[in-house]
């Protein structure tokens, strides 16, 4: 393909900054759609205090497509250790005191996406401030995402999840997803950080009409209180329920096993396992699967002041573009 193709990216926080670092400097037009959801750690906080939309997954996103120099990402990434802001990030800070300058979160994005030098775009899947929340099959019911997000244990499983209120589409992101030629949703928390972008009012059914083509990259690990015993198929069964069945194209799954080390710290830490690929065996989807070494060789340290679990492991940035990109070379 000669010409630049448009990628999407739709998810948020960590996994998609894993997408997007990887396709920044790439051939390639990306938009990054994320979820403004996010009601925990100092997102949370802002969001509460400040009555902010949620900045930590769009900020997540600027860096990952930022170009200007290392101090300023190194800033944006930053989290105080000590004193009133432990735990606070400062892009958080920096992008919910613009917001209160400029009186919108959109101009507040367009500054910040300047200042970094962004290569790409950033858009909020909506405007609107939304409260996630999740029906359980047990009948009970969970509101606010940090609740969600935070369990301490095994929970029942989840029956549907809906916005409280709906929430309108953002007219950028919509354009984006009607221009794109390939979507790619995940890797990512599948009830936190993908599923709550597609109930958004119409949008899921913006991207089933789109022309491109559709990719789902499942998580390494389950999620506590989540997608507890998950496997692969489960993660599509879920995305089919609210996207559509029939309209994945791709699934790009990891078939490289982390260390023993790493997979016992984790069924210590949280009761959490692999997500086993059980699609050698079941036919769930028509999407054409693309296995493959996906695994990044780093272990991430957790940053001692951040009140929120992050992975430990996570996708290779570049595997993953070079194998997204080949998707498109080859359509």
């Known amino acids: 393909m000669n ?23 790439k051939h390639a037009n990306v938009s990054s759609i994320v979820t403004m959801m996010d009601s925990g750690g100092s997102t949370g906080r802002l969001r509460d ?6 900045p930590g997954d769009v900020r997540q996103a600027l860096v990952a497509l930022s170009d200007s120099p290392e101090i300023w990402r190194k800033l944006f990434t930053y989290r105080f250790e000590h004193g009133d802001l432990e735990g606070h990030n400062f892009g ?4 919910s005191a613009l917001e209160k300058i400029m009186g919108n979160n959109k101009d507040a994005l367009k500054e910040v996406a300047s200042i970094l030098n962004i290569k790409g775009n950033v858009y909020p899947v909506t405007y609107t401030k939304c409260v996630l929340c999740a029906k359980y099959e047990d009948g009970s019911l969970i509101q606010g995402e940090a609740h969600i997000d935070e369990a ?3 929970r029942p499983r989840i029956k549907y999840m809906y916005l409280s209120p709906e929430g309108i589409v953002n007219e950028d992101a919509e354009n984006a997803v009607k221009e794109a ?19 958004i009012n119409n949008f899921s059914q913006i ?47 990891n078939n490289k096993r ?26 769930v989807v028509e999407a054409r699967l693309i296995r493959g070494d996906f695994l990044s060789d780093t272990i991430f340290t957790p940053n001692l002041s951040d009140r929120l679990k992050r992975s430990l492991i996570r996708h290779d940035p570049d595997k993953l573009s070079e194998a997204l990109l080949h998707l498109i070379d080859n359509t």
Not at 231 to 243: M, W
Not at 259 to 274: I, P, T
């Open 258 to 283: 982390p260390s023993n080390e790493v997979l016992d710290w984790y069924k210590d830490l949280d009761n959490v396992s692999l997500v086993e690929d059980d699609l050698y065996d079941k036919k």
């Open 207 to 253: 991207i089933t009409n789109s022309p491109a083509k559709k990719v789902y990259i499942p998580n390494l690990m389950t999620k506590l209180g989540q997608t507890d015993d998950f496997s692969v198929s489960d993660h599509i069964l879920e995305i089919d329920k609210y996207l559509g069945g029939g309209f994945l194209d791709y699934i790009l799954i």
């Open 49 to 54: 205090q400040l009555g902010v939309l949620p």
């Open 92 to 95: 958080n800070i920096f992008l």
């Open 152 to 154: 301490l244990t095994k």
């Open 3 to 25: 010409k630049k193709p448009n990628i999407v990216v739709i998810g948020g926080g960590t996994g998609s900054h894993v997408v997007l670092s990887g396709l920044k400097n």
């Open 181 to 199: 030629d390939l979507i790619v949703l995940g890797p990512g928390d599948l009830y936190t950080s993908i599923l709550p972008n597609l109930l």
